[in-house]
């Protein structure tokens, strides 16, 4: 629910996330691709107003996991209105069945879990069917299951470096951008680094070097509220972020429907809680 000093309250937590951003960055080995994290704002169960209070704060990237709420929020008319410049980013599970809703949606920037060769496919002759007008090509990163999960989406790692030969060279719709992963949640950072994170980094460079692709043209979308800085320090380019600037996320009918804590104060803990999880930790090069 939008309050009175929610206002404020995003526009610190905002503010703190891009300082955290920032001081990975000077943490991350000169060795890596100098390029600037994106920070995608994940929106996910929170009001439009939100969305236009971050918008206004500076924030221009946002990311959305479903569909359907992704359709509503980027079609609102007060979004539509207020945020002329939002880019938005799909992070969620993607069926084929839902490819045609997804790429009708305005000011759609990048979708980030395309998983398979054959969603390739669907996503780039939508796209150029619904899309004839235009010769821009669609931003599209390629998930991959970097813990094996069989509860995670996403590609086997081995099959990344031919699937990418075939976005590249049979969907001319689509830019390939780079690769994604969620990876296993909760891991202790004090012990090593992330596994999933230097899975992702070693895939890249299989790419690079098979498709002759520079590495600076390959991004990674890996790291979140409890982790991205950890994955800038490694690598990341595209770090999502929800919890830590929106505060807890408001699902129906959930345990106890308690309040979420403001996104200042949740900001102040994941900082913590993270400085200690990487007091011990010692960033490799690649």
């Known amino acids: 629910m939008w309050r009175v000093g929610m206002s404020e309250e995003i526009g610190k937590a905002l503010q703190s996330a891009m300082d955290r951003v920032n001081q990975a960055v000077a943490r991350r080995s000169k060795s890596l691709p100098a390029l600037p994290p994106r920070l995608v704002a994940v929106s996910k169960t929170k009001p439009p107003e939100m969305v236009i209070e971050a918008y206004k704060q500076g924030q221009r990237n946002f990311g959305e996991n479903y569909v359907n709420e992704l359709v509503d929020k980027a079609s609102n008319t007060e979004i539509l209105e207020s945020c002329p410049e939002i880019e938005w980013h799909f992070i969620g599970h993607l069926q084929k069945n839902n490819v045609n809703k997804l790429l009708g949606v305005p000011h759609l920037f990048m979708v980030e879990t395309v998983d398979s060769a054959k969603l390739a496919d669907k996503v780039n ?14 931003r599209i990163m390629l998930q991959i299951n970097t813990s094996g999960e069989q509860s995670k989406h996403g590609l086997p790692p081995e099959e990344t470096v031919n699937t990418v030969k075939h976005i590249v060279s049979q969907c001319t719709a689509l830019h390939f951008s780079g690769l994604m992963t969620i990876g296993r949640s909760g891991f202790d950072l004090s012990q090593a680094q992330n596994p999933d994170f230097q899975m992702l980094l070693s895939q890249r460079k299989k790419v690079c070097d098979n498709l002759n692709l520079p590495m600076e043209d390959v991004e990674l979308s890996m790291g979140m509220s409890n982790d991205f800085e950890h994955a800038i320090e490694v690598g990341a380019t595209n770090v999502r972020v929800g919890s830590l600037i929106f505060g807890n996320r408001d699902y129906p009918n959930s345990a106890a429907n308690t309040p979420s804590p403001s996104p ?6 994941l900082t ?15």
Do not use: F, I, P, Y
């Not at 809680?273 to 010692?282: G, R, S, V």
């Open 264 to 269: 200042e104060k949740r900001s102040k803990v």
């Open 272 to 286: 913590e809680e993270a400085a200690k999880k990487m007091e011990h930790l010692t960033v490799s090069e690649h």
């Open 125 to 138: 002759s939508s796209w150029q069917r619904l899309r004839a007008a235009s010769s821009q090509r669609l």
